[in-house]
């Protein structure tokens, strides 16, 4: 339930963030009593330093902080279509690679 919360929270930054032609970040609290000095997912903890990709190409990075532990969630920046240019992406690929990108 914690990690639908946090997908829809990302997805409602990935829908802000597309009126801008920037990535952006968003870290939430991550910590868990059972796994000290890692990240808690929902369904698996996370080492510190440790990262996944979401679908729809979101990076989670886990990292201590002062205040405990944090996942951050980096979302791709906006490609802008501009002419003689292409849209290409390689939805299967790991992020950054996955974002969108132009080619001219």
């Known amino acids: 339930m ?30 868990h009593p059972n796994y000290p000095g890692m990240c808690w997912t929902d ?6 330093g440790g990262s996944f990709t979401l679908a729809d190409c979101v990076r ?3 990292r201590r902080t002062s ?13 802008v279509p501009r002419s003689g240019c292409t849209l290409v992406n390689n939805p299967k690929g ?7 990108r132009l080619r001219c």
């Open 67 to 79: 205040t405990g532990m944090r996942l951050y969630y980096h979302t791709c920046p906006l490609a």
């Open 94 to 100: 790991q992020f950054p690679d996955c974002c969108v």
């Open 43 to 48: 369904t698996t903890p996370v080492r510190d």
């Open 2 to 31: 914690v990690m639908t919360k946090v997908l829809l929270l990302v997805l409602g930054v990935m829908v802000t963030g597309s009126l801008r032609a920037e990535a952006n970040t968003l870290s939430v609290p991550a910590d």
């Open 60 to 62: 989670a990075d886990c």
